[in-house]
């Protein structure tokens, strides 16, 4: 990250390095954007037969599934379904005992947490983990990637930290409109610990979607959110799916999954016990009993 | 439209100058003013004035760059360094074998200083790594207790005979390297009283002017040094911390995990903040035992009560603040640790405290028969020990009352341009846009 040899690059060619999507005109910026969505290389998750055993307990037990591109996929089940720790194993989080998971064709299993974020598979959890000592706006500038300042060389060399400045300046800019975009930016000097359990949700994803990423892994994103805010949520989320993000959610509520996504997969036991339009699972007789508690 | 270019010219500047520096600047003059008082209360002429405001000014400097080196580990990215006394060591004993002269004993190897405080400041990096880099793998107690063994194992490494050839032992190094400032002023820098260079001409007779000795004009100029490097430290570690870098520090003393599901390389960047860190230590150590006034490289120095003196001055100025750092290694070193052994002077030179009681029992015990006397000498005759009962005392009230610090600033915001409300585009204050920015 911190390149002596990249520095005095940068440093002589500032228009060659990567802030020009910044700089550019909007119309170049989408245009950079929809090249990359309309070429997808594989699909973009895709998970073949993932275990995870912590000590006697296997949590996950051999689940495969794929989310198809720009979908939004649901993914539901009872508690201790093995929902969360599937997601922990696709994000790095936990590495499965068994099983391998494809991020847009490739093999991702058993990277670090930050390899499968940088890639663009990006999630929230279930339990906001806003940092609470600093700001909102602080919050949502730590997210994006190739930040030339995460050097301590460029930040502190008098004729390099001007690069720093300029784009932390255009990443401000950034940030103070994805804060609008989630209506948060009346409270974006305030320190994210002072912030309401829904609005941290909000925080969430909207530094979550300050990495630019590719596929997003939202963990419970309505827990404990009013009906309003998860409208307004739900809204957020429909909106970026236009402009060609692909969502993977996990939620306990059942008619929000049946109203908004089209793709949905049950998990039971750790297993996948059913997947496909939300009209084939709600008349699935095994679901309904899973949910009841038929055959715990 | 004019009035609005000049505050376009001279905002980033008041920004960066008119808060900190004032509060410092202040501070400063409230210590020199204190000590100045102190030293005309017990009737020092202005050598003696001189000398006593620089021993606070110096200590106060070399704190102030510790303490520093531990925020951004500590402070800023919640690495538990309880070995800074280790890193110390560790830059002052290899500054003293590199550039030592190679005829003393024990024996240095002549190197220009230079090079010598740079390999010292590189050595603390290496030790520092070589116990980081398995430890920050770790939750952060382990990297605690590995780097309190670490700066055990150090001091007994340096204090043990068998390597005594090197290292001097138990004794210490003996054979320190060349005051920087001695061979600046004089024309040889091993004799005070030698001829002084031209430069050295200047100074003295600048000094005596004053009617300032030379031995206290030396020291004087390396603590003016020290207040420089303390600046530049200063800078340094500001910018780190106001930058991308330091939100990820920051972010990763908050919930690592949460920054590494954004992408970020979280050992990356604990890796570097504590090499940083410790190169810095290496450098206070440097500068504060292995030349200027108070060089003396001897083990004993380096116990861990030293690393524990430097947390307090961090927690007093408010961990997570490069400026609370300064102003709280500058309180610590002046009013908690130099202030009281001087105002047992001023107090026994000014009222009659004879009683000279051996224990607290002795000094206790007239109390009963109304006599305070014997207790109030007991109190004074002891101060050198009480003061740390008073640290103790005052780092559990501290860390009850003001947990942030007393200025309680970890609230300052890590960017490299102001994140204030005023920021956003479309602001109508458009001087606001490059008003807050850093410099560049």
């Known amino acids: ?296 | 439209m004019s009035e609005s270019t000049t505050r376009d010219v001279l905002d980033p500047l008041r920004n960066l100058f008119a808060y900190d520096a004032a509060k410092v600047t202040v501070m400063f003059l409230g210590i020199w003013a204190l000590f100045y008082a102190f030293g005309t209360q017990l009737g020092y002429g202005n050598t003696g004035l001189l000398a006593l405001v620089r021993r606070v000014t110096f200590l106060s400097a070399v704190y102030g760059i510790v303490v520093l080196a531990l925020n951004i580990q500590w402070g800023y990215a919640g690495l538990f360094n309880i070995g800074v006394a280790g890193f110390m060591a560790v830059g002052a004993y290899t500054v003293a074998m590199l550039s030592s002269s190679p005829t003393g004993a024990p024996p240095g190897l002549g190197l220009p200083l230079p090079i010598g405080i740079i390999g010292g400041m590189l050595a603390a990096t290496l030790v520092g790594l070589v116990a980081a880099l398995p430890a920050l793998r770790l939750k952060a107690d382990y990297l605690a207790i590995v780097t309190v063994a670490l700066s055990e194992i150090i001091r007994i490494f340096y204090n043990t005979p068998a390597f005594a050839d090197i290292t001097g032992g138990a004794s210490g190094f003996d054979n320190l390297p060349t005051n920087p400032v001695n061979a600046l002023l004089l024309q040889d820098p091993t004799n005070t009283v030698s001829e002084p260079t031209a430069v050295g001409e200047v100074v003295f007779s600048f000094f005596s002017s004053f009617g300032v000795e030379r031995f206290v004009a030396i020291p004087t100029v390396y603590t003016v040094g020290v207040l420089v490097a303390l600046l530049v430290v200063y800078l340094v570690l500001e910018r780190t911390g106001k930058s991308p870098y330091g939100r990820v520090l920051k972010a990763i003393r908050e919930d690592e995990t949460a920054a590494q599901s954004l992408g970020k390389d979280t050992q990356n960047f604990k890796v570097r903040a504590f090499a940083l860190g410790c190169g810095l230590m290496g450098l206070a150590g440097i500068l504060w035992f292995a030349m200027g006034p108070r060089a003396s490289i001897t083990p004993v120095t380096f116990r861990p009560n030293i690393t524990f003196y430097i947390f307090i001055a961090l927690i007093i100025g408010g961990a997570g603040s490069n400026m609370g750092s300064v102003l709280g290694g500058a309180l610590f070193a002046s009013l908690l640790f130099e202030a009281p052994p001087v105002v047992r002077n001023i107090i026994t030179n000014a009222f009659e405290v004879s009683a000279d009681p051996a224990n607290l029992i002795e000094a206790l015990v007239p109390i009963a028969s109304g006599e305070l006397m014997p207790l109030a000498g007991f109190l004074l005759n002891n101060i050198d020990t009480l003061r740390f009962m008073g640290m103790g005392l005052l780092l559990v009230v501290l860390v009850q009352r003001r947990p942030d610090g007393l200025l309680g600033a970890r609230k300052e915001t890590a960017a490299g341009v102001s994140l204030a409300a005023d920021t956003r585009p479309g602001h109508s204050n458009a001087a606001a846009e490059n008003g807050g920015d850093d410099d560049e």
């Open chain 1, 1 to 296: 990250m911190s390149n002596a040899g990249d520095d005095i690059a940068d440093a002589e060619v500032p228009e060659d390095v990567d802030i020009p999507e910044d700089i550019e005109p909007e119309g170049a910026d989408s245009e950079i954007e929809k090249g990359a969505k309309e070429v997808p290389h594989g699909l973009p998750l895709r998970v073949e037969g993932l275990r995870k055993e912590f000590g006697g307990i296997t949590a996950v037990d051999g689940a495969s599934f794929e989310v198809e591109e720009g979908s939004l996929t649901g993914l539901i089940g009872p508690n201790g379904a093995g929902k969360s720790t599937t997601f922990n194993c696709i994000t790095g989080v936990h590495e499965p005992t068994a099983g391998d998971v494809y991020f847009r064709g490739e093999e991702v299993t058993g990277l670090r947490p930050h390899e499968i974020a940088q890639r663009g598979l990006v999630r929230t959890f279930q339990i906001a983990r806003q940092l609470d000592e600093m700001t909102v706006l602080e919050n949502v500038m730590l997210a994006p990637g190739g930040q030339k300042g995460e050097s301590i060389t460029r930040s502190v060399v008098p004729g390099l930290r001007g690069q720093v400045v300029t784009q932390e300046r255009d990443l401000r800019e950034e940030a103070w409109e994805t804060l609008e975009f989630f209506e948060l930016d009346h409270l974006a000097t305030e320190y994210a610990g002072n912030l309401s359990g829904g609005q941290r949700k909000l925080l969430e994803l909207a530094r979550a979607l300050m990495t630019d990423p590719d596929v997003m892994l939202l963990d419970e994103p309505f827990a404990g959110v009013n009906p309003t805010l998860e409208e307004k949520l739900l809204d957020r989320i429909h909106d970026l799916r236009e402009q060609g993000l692909t969502f993977l959610l996990v939620e306990h509520d059942m008619d929000l999954i049946m109203e908004n996504c089209e793709h949905v997969i049950v998990m039971h036991q750790g297993r996948v016990l059913d997947e496909g339009p939300p009209e084939q699972i709600q008349n699935n007789e095994e679901v309904i009993e899973a949910y009841l508690g038929g055959n715990v």
